[in-house]
């Protein structure tokens, strides 16, 4: 899979990254503590030294990108996912633009630059995030690791196909609520969030279900991916 994009992408996030925090650090008096976690009010309720805060982002990005692009290694339906790379690659560039993003958050909140409230930022983030991901989703081929991963939708293509349709409009539409509470009601954000994440569970494992069951041609295990007419029987025993 050619993945050249994500990884200059990536590259320009981690340098980026890299020098903003080394700017914060600068700018922290020596000794002082900064905020790396907040409440759902807003306010901070977890504080470390400046080199924690400001280079643990480019740490969990660094761990982001080593995990795409061992996916497609490891993937046992390679195939299905080498026809999916454009999702694949659009989703991979979404997660590491967002953690790019977020470490201009932490660093101008440690600094004391933020002027907006950061549950706002990162609501408006996330869902900005869930956009793409909905679309990433919407005509990705069945896989192990990237996509709704029921019993069902792995053993049915109709399943896995029609599931993708409706998940990812719902995901879309849960990007555009969040970023819509996020800007109007930051403190409803986490109940939002909550809220929609049980719904798109709900409804892909029954959904991915009710389709996988009408489906005649279904298989009934993970290990073989033919149709059950196509797999072969077992030799009798003597």
Do not use: C
């Amino acid at each position: 899979m050619d993945l050249r994009r994500f990884y200059q992408v990536s590259a320009v996030v981690l340098v980026a990254q890299v020098v903003v925090g080394l700017a914060g650090v600068l700018q922290v008096p020596q000794g002082t503590e900064v905020p790396i976690h907040w409440g759902p009010d807003g306010q901070p309720n977890g504080f470390a030294s400046p080199i924690v805060a400001f280079y643990l982002m480019p740490l969990i990005t660094l761990g982001i990108v080593g995990l795409f692009a061992a996916i497609p290694r490891i993937e046992p339906r390679r195939a299905h996912l080498e026809a999916s790379a454009g999702s694949f690659q659009t989703l991979a560039i979404g997660v590491v633009l967002f953690f790019g993003a977020l470490q201009l958050v932490i660093v101008a909140a440690g600094v004391g630059r933020l002027q907006l409230d950061i549950n706002t930022l990162v609501g408006v983030g996330t869902g900005a995030l869930f956009i793409v991901i909905g679309r990433a989703m919407r005509n990705v081929r069945s896989n192990f690791m990237f996509g709704v991963r029921t019993p069902w939708t792995l053993t049915s293509e109709l399943s896995w196909r029609k599931t993708h349709e409706v998940v990812s409009w719902l995901f879309a539409a849960l990007g555009a609520a969040l970023m819509a509470i996020s800007v109007v009601a930051p403190e409803w954000l986490v109940w939002v969030v909550t809220a929609g994440v049980v719904v798109l569970l709900v409804v892909a494992f029954g959904y991915s279900y009710l389709v996988w069951r009408d489906d005649p041609n279904r298989t009934t295990g993970l290990a073989n991916d033919a149709p059950e007419s196509q797999r072969a029987k077992p030799p009798d025993m003597p």
